[in-house]
């Protein structure tokens, strides 16, 4: 995102957000070294201006990557740009370094947890009105979630196990 863009991605934060972050928020956020927005342009057609109908802005971390606001201008939405901006995000995971992506939403926001789930995230952990949802770098989760479930419920069989030769699960194909 360039400085000519931050006007533009106000607006459509006031239009798509019920609490929409002000011109001094995002410019304290991306004041931080590892924060980093981008936004997504109406393809160009001619000499025509780039339109600005989205943008994301998130934290680059050691291990993760976390997203801290996504959103597309209402009359845009549904139109797979959040879905682009998603593939953007899961671009710099990386099976040494950032396994993986999290997001925290309120739970009244529906859209936008109906989104995340979506675009591949599975819920992680909830408290205080607040989901934290997770996706991971090669779209599993944790293999230590994994085992912990397992341990839980008492099956001792590893994911693998029971699938038929195309891998899917032989119950409720």
């Known amino acids: 995102m360039i400085h000519r863009d931050l006007k533009d991605v106000v607006a459509i934060d006031v239009a798509a ?5 002000s011109k001094d928020d995002y410019k304290s956020r991306l004041s931080q070294r590892n924060t980093v927005a981008m936004v997504i342009e109406l393809p160009r057609v001619g ?4 339109v600005v109908v989205g943008s994301m802005v998130y934290q680059l971390h050691k291990q993760h990557v976390e997203l801290e606001r996504i959103f597309i201008k209402p009359e845009y939405q549904l139109c797979s740009f959040g ?6 995000l899961r671009s710099r995971l990386s099976r040494e370094r950032r396994t993986r992506i999290k997001v ?3 739970e009244s926001n529906l859209r936008l947890l109906l989104f995340s789930q979506a675009v591949g995230f599975s819920a992680f952990e909830s408290s205080g009105g607040r989901v934290v949802m997770e996706h991971w770098w090669n779209d599993a989760p944790s293999p230590f979630r994994d085992f912990e479930k397992r341990q839980r419920s008492g099956s001792t069989r590893s994911p693998r196990e029971g699938r038929d030769q195309e891998g899917d699960n032989r119950i409720g194909v």
Do not use: F, H
């Not at 000499?47 to 780039?50: A, E, F, G, I, V």
């Not at 879905?83 to 953007?88: A, F, G, H, K, M």
């Open 104 to 106: 925290t939403v309120e």
């Open 83 to 88: 879905r682009q901006l998603i593939s953007e």
């Open 47 to 50: 000499r025509r201006k780039p």
């Open 17 to 21: 957000t019920g609490a929409p972050w």
